[in-house]
């Protein structure tokens, strides 16, 4: 009986013509592609359920995160993306796509080295070590820990306090409780350590936030230096409204909703208007002044992650209150930008002097120029922000209603129809990620390499394909 079903069901493809077959194949590897992948990192990987960025595939003793390649601990994870929050939520996406145990497994261990990982203050550093005898990189004091144990004995300096300070650098916080809170909803709030860290964390990101609407790059706040500045640098400050408008929208949290409108006013109120510039600096001091950060980063207008930045939050605050305040000062300052272009591909230089609308770089001396000819390489000091996509998505947003603009609560069903012209859409890139993938069931790029970005990237398109083909 089981014979003649098969043969049925390959009469009935040959019958639908050759792009059956292939469909039907396809939709097959893919799935178990994603299932040999979610398998081999999850277990040959990942360390405790985490990640760091890029591991060596030759002899996984090479590891890193953002820090020096090759010499990372086993022990340590990351969570500054794409680390372990980047991984996690490509994980739990698979699980809502495909109804993948082993997704959301995965997903929850990624979940619980974050819980470990957060600080007494209720953030995240950039990595969680899980050896407590190790001194890599000094001791993080982790919420775990009792509140005595405020001090370690290095073995080469002595007596050191652990750090318990959050950071918002990089995305770090900020997608940390993300991927928590969307674990905590599509698990129905069945893990109670996941459930309270996302409380303890949301409590920081309220209580970090200063009166006027800013956050701070770091917190609990630093007694002197720039990182207790108001910090729009690496969008750090659009992190924390979108976050707060997540938690807003999971949890009905009005405290959230308030504290991301705050910050949209504090966008508004630390735009700088004057002698024909419009847009804001990376860094501001407490008297509302453009400030030094690190030694590349002087006291200027900014250009992509701060004014770039800045108008692409503002339209997210707008679809999100309605109130057109926050669409009015955009015009002026893509009309700003347009006057400080370098070339005819949209170049834009990362910091212009104040008043005088000239771009500024720095020397490898780290010296204040008006020349590129000499500028370090680890830090880009001009580059393409998107501002034909900025001009773009201002059109959009102001000339569409917001019902329109505002996603329905439920994700509407697809007809069959319109799942088929998704995965047709998707086809091609799903072949290639299919192909790609070693007998191991990995991606390792020509230096032989893995990236989590690339496995994060690579998840989401089989997922996502595997749920618009398999049966409803």
Same mark, same amino acid.
């Given at each position: 009986m089981?014979?003649?079903?098969?043969?049925?069901?390959?009469?009935?493809?040959?019958?639908?013509?050759?792009?059956?077959?292939?469909?039907?194949?396809?939709?097959?590897?893919?799935?178990?592609?994603?299932?040999?992948?979610?398998?081999?990192?999850?277990?040959?990987?990942?360390?405790?359920?985490?990640?760091?960025?890029?591991y060596?595939?030759r002899?996984?003793?090479?590891?890193?995160?953002?820090?020096?390649?090759?010499?990372?601990?086993?022990?340590?994870?990351?969570?500054?993306?794409?680390?372990?929050?980047?991984?996690?939520?490509?994980?739990?996406?698979?699980?809502?796509?495909?109804?993948?145990e082993?997704?959301?497994?995965?997903?929850r261990?990624?979940?619980?080295?974050?819980?470990?990982?957060?600080?007494?203050?209720?953030?995240?550093?950039?990595?969680?070590?899980?050896?407590?005898?190790?001194?890599?990189?000094?001791?993080?004091?982790?919420?775990?820990?009792?509140?005595?144990?405020?001090?370690?004995?290095?073995?080469?300096?002595?007596?050191?306090?652990?750090?318990?300070?959050?950071?918002?650098?990089?995305?770090?916080?900020?997608?940390?409780?993300?991927f928590?809170?969307?674990?905590?909803?599509?698990?129905?709030?069945?893990? #109670?350590?996941?459930?309270?860290?996302?409380?303890?964390?949301?409590?920081?990101?309220?209580?970090?936030?200063?009166?006027?609407?800013a956050? #701070?790059?770091?917190?609990p706040?630093?007694?002197?230096?720039?990182?207790?500045?108001?910090?729009?640098?690496?969008?750090?400050?659009?992190?924390?409204?979108r976050?707060?408008?997540?938690?807003?929208?999971?949890?009905?949290?009005?405290?959230?909703y308030d504290?991301?409108?705050?910050?949209g006013?504090?966008?508004?109120?630390?735009?700088?208007?004057?002698?024909?510039?419009?847009?804001w600096?990376q860094?501001?001091?407490?008297?509302?002044?453009?400030?030094?950060?690190?030694?590349?980063?002087?006291?200027?207008?900014?250009?992509?992650?701060?004014?770039?930045?800045?108008?692409?939050?503002?339209?997210?605050?707008?679809?999100?209150?309605?109130d057109?305040?926050?669409?009015? #000062?955009?015009?002026?300052?893509?009309?700003?930008?347009?006057?400080?272009?370098?070339?005819?591909?949209?170049?834009?230089?990362?910091y212009?002097?104040?008043?005088?609308?000239? #771009?500024?770089?720095?020397?490898?001396?780290?010296?204040?120029?008006?020349?590129?000819?000499?500028?370090?390489?680890?830090?880009?000091?001009?580059?393409?922000?998107?501002?034909?996509?900025?001009?773009?998505?201002?059109?959009?947003i102001?000339?569409?209603?917001?019902?329109e603009?505002?996603?329905?609560?439920?994700?509407?069903?697809?007809t069959?129809?319109?799942?088929?012209?998704?995965?047709?859409?998707?086809?091609?890139?799903?072949?290639?990620?299919?192909?790609?993938m070693?007998?191991?069931?990995?991606?390792?790029?020509?230096?032989?390499?893995?990236?989590?970005?690339?496995?994060?990237?690579?998840?989401?398109?089989?997922?996502?394909?595997?749920?618009?083909?398999?049966?409803?």
């Open positions: 089981r014979r003649a079903g098969m043969v049925l069901v390959a009469v009935c493809l040959a019958l639908l013509g050759p792009s059956a077959w292939a469909a039907d194949d396809l939709s097959a590897r893919a799935r178990a592609a994603l299932s040999r992948a979610v398998a081999y990192y999850s277990t040959q990987v990942a360390s405790h359920g985490g990640y760091l960025w890029t060596n595939a002899n996984m003793k090479e590891r890193a995160g953002e820090s020096d390649p090759k010499n990372t601990p086993a022990s340590v994870v990351w969570v500054q993306p794409p680390g372990t929050p980047t991984v996690g939520e490509a994980l739990l996406q698979a699980y809502l796509d495909t109804g993948e082993a997704c959301l497994k995965a997903a261990a990624a979940g619980a080295a974050l819980v470990y990982g957060q600080l007494k203050c209720g953030g995240w550093s950039y990595h969680i070590n899980f050896d407590e005898a190790s001194t890599w990189h000094g001791k993080l004091f982790y919420q775990h820990l009792k509140d005595e144990d405020t001090t370690y004995v290095d073995p080469r300096r002595g007596k050191r306090f652990r750090s318990n300070v959050g950071t918002f650098d990089d995305n770090v916080s900020q997608s940390a409780l993300s928590l809170m969307k674990l905590d909803q599509a698990t129905n709030q069945d893990d #109670p350590e996941v459930h309270a860290c996302v409380e303890r964390a949301i409590k920081f990101f309220l209580e970090a936030q200063f009166e006027n609407g956050w #701070p790059q770091r917190f706040l630093a007694s002197g230096g720039y990182s207790r500045y108001y910090t729009f640098n690496d969008n750090a400050m659009s992190d924390c409204i976050v707060m408008f997540e938690a807003h929208r999971i949890y009905g949290r009005q405290d959230c504290a991301a409108v705050k910050g006013q504090f966008i508004l109120d630390s735009a700088i208007d004057a002698d024909g510039q419009y847009g600096a860094q501001y001091d407490y008297d509302m002044k453009p400030a030094w950060a690190r030694r590349m980063e002087p006291p200027a207008l900014a250009t992509g992650d701060a004014t770039c930045s800045n108008v692409r939050t503002l339209c997210a605050i707008y679809v999100q209150t309605g057109k305040k926050f669409l009015a #000062p955009i015009p002026k300052a893509i009309a700003w930008l347009k006057t400080v272009v370098l070339d005819d591909k949209e170049t834009l230089p990362r212009v002097e104040l008043k005088t609308n000239r #771009p500024l770089f720095l020397t490898r001396d780290y010296l204040v120029t008006y020349s590129a000819a000499d500028c370090p390489t680890h830090y880009s000091f001009k580059g393409r922000y998107g501002l034909s996509s900025l001009q773009r998505l201002y059109d959009r102001s000339q569409t209603p917001l019902e603009l505002r996603p329905p609560k439920e994700p509407p069903k697809l069959a129809e319109e799942r088929r012209k998704q995965a047709a859409a998707l086809k091609s890139k799903v072949q290639a990620v299919v192909q790609a070693d007998d191991q069931g990995r991606w390792v790029d020509g230096r032989g390499w893995m990236s989590m970005s690339t496995l994060a990237r690579n998840l989401r398109v089989l997922s996502r394909y595997v749920g618009l083909t398999q049966e409803q």
